[in-house]
């Protein structure tokens, strides 16, 4: 299914990428970070310190009543920022709230200090002690991602088929970064659409994570993954964006294997525009609604008890 997002551009969304546009470039792993840090109150939600399988993890819920459900969610930052996830957080609450769930937030290890594939390794840890030892009923489990981790978040599903653990009920990509060959045409097609992220900025944080490997491992580069038996998919992504072709790929991928695809592209959605849910914009707000009912419709709110190492 495709949902077309065709409704006015607000204000505050005009005003967001003006201010995108006019900020210092910066293609190295430094200036990522720098835009990417900082914290933010949370507010009608509760906050522990976790880990899962000695992955560091921030573990957020509702304040108020039970989660029916769990997200294990997999932050972007193009694997080279985004720890502590602090960035990532208002969006992990927003979800927690609208969807009534417990969501893991993975504090995966960064490059160029830890390149490939200790992200992909510290997720697939994460992932599978959840369904483990973790006691989380696979039914009521979902997979977030955003960017890097949007690619993430397929290819932990497509490990986890691979050795046969019990796959989530649902899978939710926002503006996935799964092609580190770089070839969809959206990458030239739409570079003076896109008011942040550069062609420049996406080979950096590449060659950061990469090193010696091959971009077209599917662990790296989701696009070129067998997506045979997965659970249904979500997709968001921009029409701005330089990476639409990324989301567009996985899409065409699932559908030829038989996935349920739920492909969202949004007139006025820049790269990632959900996690900017603290500035109010009400893309953001409408896009999170959207992801909340696609989890929400995907699990039998099954029981989601996670007894073990502070969780």
Not at 20 to 42: H, I, M, W, Y
Request: with cysteine; charged share 20%.
């Amino acid at each position: 299914m495709t949902e077309d997002t065709q409704r006015p551009e607000s204000q505050l969304m005009n005003a967001f990428v003006t201010f995108l546009r006019v900020r210092p470039d910066g293609t190295d792993a430094k200036s990522t970070r720098e835009f990417n840090d900082g914290q933010t109150a949370l507010e009608g939600v509760t906050r522990r310190d976790t880990d899962l399988a000695g992955v560091p993890t921030i573990t957020i819920e509702p304040a108020g009543g039970r989660p029916d459900r769990s997200v294990i969610y997999f932050h972007g930052g193009g694997y080279v920022s985004g720890s502590p996830p602090e960035r990532y957080l208002p969006l992990a609450a927003a979800v927690a709230l609208a969807a009534n769930a417990t969501v893991h937030t993975v504090d995966y290890r960064l490059a160029p200090e830890h390149p490939f594939p200790a992200a992909y390794d510290d997720c697939v840890s994460a992932y599978t002690y959840l369904v483990g030892d973790g006691g989380v009923d696979s039914d009521a489990l979902s997979v977030l991602g955003d960017s890097a981790g949007g690619n993430l978040a397929l290819a932990v599903t497509v490990a986890a088929r691979d050795r046969r653990l019990p796959l989530p009920a649902r899978v939710a990509m926002i503006s996935p970064f799964a092609d580190l060959t770089f070839g969809g045409p959206s990458i030239e097609r739409r570079r003076d659409l896109d008011p942040y992220v550069t062609r420049e900025l996406l080979e950096s944080m590449a060659a950061d994570y990469l090193g010696d490997s091959d971009p077209a491992d599917p662990r790296c580069s989701a696009v070129f993954a067998d997506l045979t038996g997965l659970p249904p998919l979500l997709i968001q992504v921009g029409e701005k964006e330089i990476l639409y072709d990324d989301a567009t790929r996985i899409r065409d991928r699932a559908l030829t294997a038989g996935v349920e695809v739920t492909f969202e592209s949004w007139e006025h959605g820049i790269h990632v525009w959900p996690v900017y849910i603290a500035t109010g914009l009400p893309e953001s707000a409408l896009a999170i609604e959207h992801l909340a009912a696609f989890l929400k419709a995907g699990s039998h709110a099954a029981s989601t008890h996670t007894p073990a190492r502070g969780l």
